[in-house]
């Protein structure tokens, strides 16, 4: 499969919560991780998606939010992955943000130069990447 997502992560469905329209599906990453999808009731139905199944979780880069310091807020975004910067590749107005999780995958994320600057983003910085749980498209292996 070829894909324009940047972030494109192999795991397992571990938890799946049906509600009215859409679902929450709890994804565990190799690292150990867990990226939270919401998805549509009719698509798990599509997809057969099911606990145990393996899928590919994938999140375009400029869905990526990076945050350096919460300053004693809480945010509603469900996924929160702590991480280092790996790698920072500027452009002309925005930056390709690279972060290594805890359990060694990267997510790529994509801000502006301003952004960069105003968080202080360097090799080796703590951040934390957040995307919203609607913000993940799942896919299944075809069979």
Do not use: C, W
């Not at 565990?28 to 998805?39: K, M, N």
């Not at 990076?66 to 509603?76: H, K, N």
């Not at 609607?134 to 299944?140: F, P």
């Amino acid at each position: 499969m070829k894909v324009s997502a940047r972030n494109q992560f192999p795991g397992t469905v571990t938890q799946l919560q049906l509600g009215a329209v859409n679902a929450e599906v709890h994804v565990a990453l190799d690292g150990g991780e867990v990226i939270v999808a919401s998805i549509t009731k009719e698509s798990v139905a599509t997809l057969d998606i099911q606990i145990g199944q393996p899928v590919l979780a994938l999140v375009k880069a400029p869905q990526i939010i990076l945050v350096t310091d919460f300053g004693g807020y809480q945010i509603s975004a469900r996924n929160q992955l702590p991480g280092i910067v790996s790698a920072i590749k500027p452009g002309p107005v925005n930056a390709e943000v690279d972060v290594e999780l805890v359990g060694g995958q990267s997510i790529v994320a994509t801000v502006t130069n301003d952004s960069v600057s105003s968080l202080g983003l360097t090799k080796g910085k703590a951040a934390t990447v957040v995307f919203k749980a609607g913000a993940v498209i799942l896919a299944v292996p075809q069979s």
